[in-house]
């Protein structure tokens, strides 16, 4: 356990300093909540010319499902790049990944470890961008006292899905070459469009939807923006589900992922391994 | 030197060589990226669901306006329907204004292959170059500095096409957007002039990135989000300008990457100048073409000097080798 | 006399860490590391048209620093020089026309090109037509013998196979003078016999060709180099041909001996009669191999002393001709391991 423990504080140690130390402390911090606010405003400005042009009385509870969403989504898109993102950085550009991977410990651990840093960053850019969009732009966000025990597992359980996933692009990206950018963008982009994070997935076909079901972010998605936004108007199409039964499916799904992503994980490792690809370098 | 042989340093020498150093740095942009299948997958199909997200937005919100005009009672814009006439005509105009903005995020989508294009491989490549070794041999090359970032800009646009062009037709062909080019040459000019001020902007960003280490990368990674809203990849730039206050200011500030002018003249060539009412433009297209050009010129020559200058100051202060700073 | 490398009092300091507010207070040694360095202070050298030059010194001696201001890469700080007649500060363009540089250990490259293409790309930048380019890199790979691999992706290159891969790109661009920074790091004997040997017929076959060169091998800049400077601390310290500089300290008298693995070295400065020493050990084996450096033979016996005090059994002990290395541990008073 103590070198789970040892190894897990020391990539953290690791990551923290390769997140922030490449600047000063309160600049680090003012990118830390820029990036977020500004990624919430692409939306916030979306919504203002469609209103500008088509609707000028606006339509509240979509913007508001759109602006929760897109606060929670900062998770997903920090957590995943913060964690398949230790393996293409460490190959290609510090070239260290031999060496670590050779030693004896917990690559898993060691990945969990490098993204712990980001993962407490979005946390707070979830934060910030949620304060903002009540104070300045009209967000209306309740949290029932009773609703908090059932917020944390859930956002645990969203949290945990998003580190698989990771890991699973992580054993993908072991045999690709070097597409950090085309990854952070595009894995996103997929749980963006499929899991109802800006809008119902009945706006998808129906093919889509069924895409969106199977995952269990949509499931997170679902119960958060129930807890913080009760009383929305807008048609989510799992509307017939109580609260507990989205849990139940966000764990079943959860399960799945999991098992599914270690097994992706270590398809990607073997692989990588039987072409020699553990260390390549592939810039172009 | 007494015995070796005195180079040749005459105008078409130097034109040749720094010719052939832009195929040569274009090469492994082009032929490289190209050769490793997954990059299809990753940097031409991916991003589309990205682009794919923002459409299903408008969608969602001219479901949400639809309903309301269909509602019980039926509302045209802040009142109830006078008329079946009033609300078919609510109708059309949310129908047009949702396709017409469709259309901008699928120009918008392409546009940003094309600006992440020039953060991410121009502006901190020679980041990159430094820590894979490169750097110093090209810095050690009698070729121009600005060859060197010439050919890096040149590959980059041919590779960055492929997504740009499946943009395009994923939103030609899957969210129909239909396009009406009237004056195709002034397209292709307004096309051409944006990319190249775009990567002059590229080529000074580069430059000034030369000096750093990861603050080049993470100023990269600022630069995504603020300058989306900003020039408007994903919506009218001119949308700002119906916010009282702030909006115009955002505009102004956005205005000055040439994506957003850019992006506002192509709108308004293939969705024809009277969509959105033609009150979202910034200016006519004959004058955002002629800003255009200027912001490539300008932004071209402040790359040369910038480069100069800090190529000089990184050999002082011993950066140019230094590696994961 | 025209000099292809002519340097005059040249020094480079780089400045020191900046101290962050956030970061806890260092400590007094640590202060002194975050404090400016000197790499070069004060190199005067001058290195002839068509001559193999070496430049010895142990890690951190600033070797790479002066290849780095030589190659245009870095500026000094004070000083002048001057490559190929024009200065490395006013003028570099003509410079670049007439150098190339390879280091040991170098990983430039794409590693989606092939070998072949990687060094045609770097040749472009020097101007080199295709069709030119592409026959020098096919003689030159077939001599340096990676033809096999011309069309293998970099990314495949063993590490020997890369530094061939990098060798052939300084040769391809057709330089006047070449600045080679431990060219045969981590290679095997062959690959390095053939490097070697290229290079000398390279500077040796025809005109108006120079090269620099540094090394931690000893055996291979006596082999190679027509002079060598070696360098400490940012000085030269002598400067001449290997024969010249052997000579230097022939008037001194060099001991070897195999002895069981020793402890404490500290008392054999202290002994009359001892100028320098080094010592290695092979743990394999459980032994030290100490070399002395003696004004004369008379220190010996109180050196046999020392070690039998330590209960330290001598396996040889053997006078030799001095080699470089004993002309370096004179000088700078260590060896290079």
Redesign the interface.
Same mark, same amino acid.
């Given at each position: 356990m103590s070198t789970y423990w040892r190894t897990f504080k020391t990539a953290a140690w690791l990551g923290w300093e390769?997140d922030s130390n490449?600047?000063e402390p309160w600049l680090f911090v003012l990118?830390s909540v820029?990036?977020?606010v500004?990624?919430a =405003?692409? +939306?916030? +400005?979306?919504?203002?010319? =469609?209103v500008?042009?088509?609707?000028?009385?606006g339509?509240p509870d979509?913007f508001s499902y759109?602006y929760v969403g897109n606060s929670f989504f900062i998770f997903v898109a920090s957590v995943l790049f913060g964690t398949f993102q230790v393996i293409q950085s460490d190959r290609e550009?510090?070239q260290t990944i031999r060496y670590v991977y050779i030693s004896p410990i917990s690559y898993y651990v060691y990945i969990l470890g490098r993204a712990a840093s980001k993962i407490a960053v979005s946390v707070f850019a979830v934060a910030i961008t949620l304060v903002f969009g009540v104070m300045f732009l009209g967000v209306r966000l309740h949290l029932a006292l009773t609703d908090v025990p059932l917020f944390l597992v859930s956002t645990a359980l969203g949290l945990s899905v998003l580190l698989a996933i990771g890991i699973c692009l992580g054993g993908i990206s072991f045999?690709?070459?070097k597409?950090t950018?085309?990854?952070a963008?595009?894995?996103?982009? +997929?749980f963006?469009?499929f899991c109802g994070? +800006? =809008?119902?997935l009945s706006?998808?076909p129906n093919w889509g939807q069924a895409v969106g079901r199977a995952i269990p972010l949509t499931y997170w998605f679902d119960i958060t923006r129930r807890l913080l936004t009760e009383g929305s108007t807008?048609n989510t199409t799992l509307g017939g589900y109580d609260a507990p039964t989205i849990l139940l499916f966000l764990v079943v799904s959860s399960v799945g992922f999991f098992g599914l992503s270690v097994l992706i994980y270590k398809i990607g490792e073997y692989f990588a391994r039987k072409a020699g690809k553990i260390d390549m370098?592939?810039?172009? | 030197?007494?015995?070796? $042989?005195d @180079?040749r340093?005459d105008l078409k020498?130097r034109v040749?060589?720094n010719l052939?150093?832009v195929?040569?740095?274009s090469?492994?942009?082009i032929?490289?990226?190209n @050769?490793?299948p997954?990059?299809i !997958?990753?940097?031409a199909?991916?991003?589309?669901?990205?682009?794919?997200?923002?459409v !299903?937005?408008?969608?969602?919100?001219?479901?949400?306006?639809t309903a309301?005009i269909l509602g019980n009672p039926p509302?045209c814009?802040?009142h109830v329907c006078a008329s079946v006439a009033e609300q078919n005509q609510y109708l059309a105009?949310?129908n047009a204004?949702?396709n017409a903005?469709i259309a901008s995020v699928v120009l918008g989508g392409t546009m940003v292959a094309f600006w992440?294009n020039v953060l991410?491989s121009m502006a901190s490549q020679l980041y990159?170059e430094k820590?894979?070794?490169?750097l110093?041999?090209?810095?050690?090359?009698?070729?121009n500095r600005m060859a060197?970032l010439g050919g890096m800009a040149v590959g980059g646009m041919v590779m960055t096409s492929m997504r740009a062009v499946s943009t395009l037709v994923a939103g030609i062909f899957v969210f129909g957007v239909i396009f009406q080019v009237a004056n195709p040459l002034l397209l292709l000019a307004v096309f051409f002039a944006t990319l190249i001020a775009l990567y002059g902007l590229g080529m000074m960003f580069a430059s000034l990135y030369l000096l750093w280490?990861?603050?080049a990368?993470?100023l990269s990674?600022?630069m995504?989000?603020?300058i989306? !809203?900003s020039s408007g990849?994903?919506?009218?730039l001119g949308?700002?300008f @119906?916010?009282p206050g702030w909006g115009p200011a955002v505009a102004i500030a956005g205005s000055f990457i040439p994506a957003s002018i850019g992006l506002d003249a192509l709108r308004q060539l293939t969705l024809g100048s009277t969509a959105?009412?033609g009150?979202?433009w910034i200016f006519n297209v004959t004058t955002e073409l002629e800003i255009l050009v200027g912001m490539a010129v300008l932004f071209l020559i402040l790359a040369r000097y910038c480069l100069a200058y800090l190529e000089?100051l990184a050999?002082?202060?011993?950066k140019? $080798?230094s590696r994961?700073q | 006399m025209?000099y292809?490398v002519e340097t005059r009092d040249l020094t480079?300091v780089?400045?020191g860490k900046k101290k962050r507010w956030w970061r806890r207070k260092p400590t007094p040694d640590e202060e002194e590391s975050l404090g400016p360095v000197t790499a070069l202070d004060g190199v005067s050298l001058q290195i002839r048209?068509?001559e193999l030059f070496g430049l010895l010194g142990p890690n951190g001696a600033g070797k790479t620093t002066l290849i780095?201001i030589l190659?245009?890469?870095?500026?000094p700080t004070s000083g002048q020089a001057l490559v190929?007649?024009h200065d490395v500060t006013k003028d570099p363009?003509?410079i670049?026309?007439?150098?190339?540089?390879v280091s040991g250990g170098?990983?430039?490259?794409?590693g989606?090109?092939t070998a072949r293409?990687n060094i045609?790309?770097?040749?472009?930048?020097?101007?080199?037509?295709?069709k030119v380019s592409k026959a020098r890199i096919d003689e030159l790979m077939h001599i340096f013998g990676l033809w096999d691999k011309r069309d293998a992706k970099v990314r495949m290159l063993s590490t020997g196979q890369r530094q061939k891969m990098n060798m052939i790109?300084g040769f391809v661009t057709g330089p006047?003078i070449l600045f080679l920074d431990e060219p045969t790091l981590g290679l095997d004997v062959n690959a390095a016999r053939v490097i070697r040997e290229y290079v000398m017929n390279w500077v040796r076959g025809q005109?108006?060709?120079t090269v620099l060169l540094t090394s931690h091998y000893m055996a291979e800049a006596d082999q190679m180099c027509d002079r060598i400077a070696i360098i400490d601390k940012g000085r030269i310290l002598a400067c001449d041909t290997p024969a010249n500089l052997k000579r230097m300290i022939r008037t001194e008298t060099t001991f070897q001996l195999e002895v069981d693995t020793i402890r404490d070295t500290t008392s054999f400065m202290g002994l009359q009669g001892v100028k320098n020493f080094s010592h290695k050990d092979d743990i394999s084996k459980n032994r030290s191999h100490l070399t002395f450096i003696l004004e004369d033979e008379g220190p010996v016996a109180e050196i046999l002393s020392s070690i039998t005090s330590q209960g330290a059994k001598v396996h040889s002990l053997q006078k030799s001709e001095p080699t470089l290395e004993d002309v370096f541990i004179s000088m700078v008073g260590r060896g290079l391991d």
């Open positions: 390769m490449w600047t990118y820029i990036k977020p500004a990624g =405003f692409i +939306l916030v +400005l979306m919504y203002i010319v =469609f500008a042009i088509g609707r000028p009385q339509d979509a759109m550009w510090y045999l690709t070459a597409h950018h085309g990854l963008e595009g894995i996103p982009g +997929l963006y469009v994070v +800006l =809008f119902p706006v998808l807008v370098t592939t810039s172009y | 030197m007494s015995v070796a $042989t @180079r340093t020498y040749g060589l052939r150093a195929v040569g740095r090469y492994p942009r032929v490289g990226a @050769r490793e997954s990059w !997958f990753f940097e199909f991916l991003p589309l669901l990205g682009i794919a997200a923002y !299903f937005i408008y969608q969602f919100f001219g479901l949400q306006a309301a509302m814009g802040d105009a949310v204004n949702t903005l992440l991410w990159w820590e894979i070794g490169n110093q041999l090209y810095m050690m090359a009698p070729m060197l280490g990861r603050e990368w993470n990674a600022l995504e989000e603020p989306f !809203f990849f994903y919506f009218p949308g700002l @119906r916010i959105f009412g009150s979202l000089t050999k002082r202060e011993g140019l $080798t994961h | 025209s292809a480079r780089f400045s048209e068509g780095k190659a245009t890469l870095l500026l190929a007649g363009f003509p670049r026309q007439r150098i190339n540089m170098e990983t430039s490259g794409y989606l090109l293409e045609w790309m770097f040749s472009q930048f020097y101007g080199v037509p295709s790109r006047d005109a108006g060709k």
